[in-house]
């Protein structure tokens, strides 16, 4: 039987907090070895129990959760735990600055439970997950000349489309129906509000994103969003 995925928790409202944990828990492939609500707290919680992956908040109330990340890996530096941001915050300032304090991945808390569990999943596999409402953010500053350190670029694992991709673009192209829907994804919307937007069913979207992720030989909605943003294919 495979282990559980150890994951600790820093987050400074206590009913988020809880509820965070039970329903990661209840997944039955994550187990909350700690938490802890505010940033000194979290420090020593992390150092003790060194989890697989740390979600942490930004908006901690003592030493903030961009900080937390940064002292932890300082201390910590040959520990093998990877750090997911899960926040309200979404300004370029606050995304950037996670990143280069050594943040692995950053998710928004409106995000639903499958999508976040998935996102601590790839976080602890080794992988980057970005929100895909933010994509365009750390897209804009890895390809800026002068604005993105190496550090932050490798962070994201974001660079511009190569030839290969563009051939496959170019061989599959999607129809028109097809970047609707892709536009509405990388701008951060669920099934549910695609097909109300688009006045189609849920089941027509979800063939529309198996057809997209096909396409652009992406694995997941995070990819696809990166892709089409690294490729034009929306703006």
């Known amino acids: 039987m495979p282990s559980k995925i150890r994951v600790v928790s820093i987050e400074d409202n206590e009913l988020s907090r809880i509820g965070l944990n039970a329903a990661l828990e209840q997944t039955g492939e994550i187990e909350i070895v700690g938490d802890a609500a505010n940033g000194r707290q979290g420090l020593q919680v992390l150092g003790s129990a060194l989890p697989d992956v740390a979600i942490v908040d930004i908006g901690l109330p003592d030493i903030d959760g961009i900080e937390v990340v940064q002292r932890f890996k300082e201390q910590h530096d040959r520990a093998e735990t990877r750090v997911l941001m899960l926040t309200m915050h979404d300004d370029d300032d606050s995304i950037l600055a996670a990143f280069a304090a050594g943040a692995d991945s950053y ?3 409106d995000t639903d439970i499958d ?84 006045h189609i069913t849920v089941g027509t979207v979800k063939t529309h994103v198996r057809s997209i992720l096909s396409k652009l030989c992406a694995d997941d909605r995070t990819q696809a969003a990166v892709r089409a943003l690294r490729s034009g294919l929306v703006d």
């Open 107 to 109: 998710c928004l808390k």
């Open 115 to 198: 999508t976040l569990v998935q996102a601590v999943q790839l976080t602890s596999e080794g992988n980057a997950w970005i929100d895909p409402t933010i994509a365009r953010v750390v897209l804009k500053h890895s390809q800026a000349p002068g604005e993105a350190t190496d550090e932050e670029t490798d962070a994201v694992a974001i660079r511009p489309i190569d030839p290969e991709e563009r051939q496959i673009i170019e061989s599959s192209p999607l129809t028109d129906r097809e970047l609707d829907v892709l536009q509405l994804i990388v701008a951060g919307y669920n099934n549910a509000t695609i097909a109300e937007r688009l």
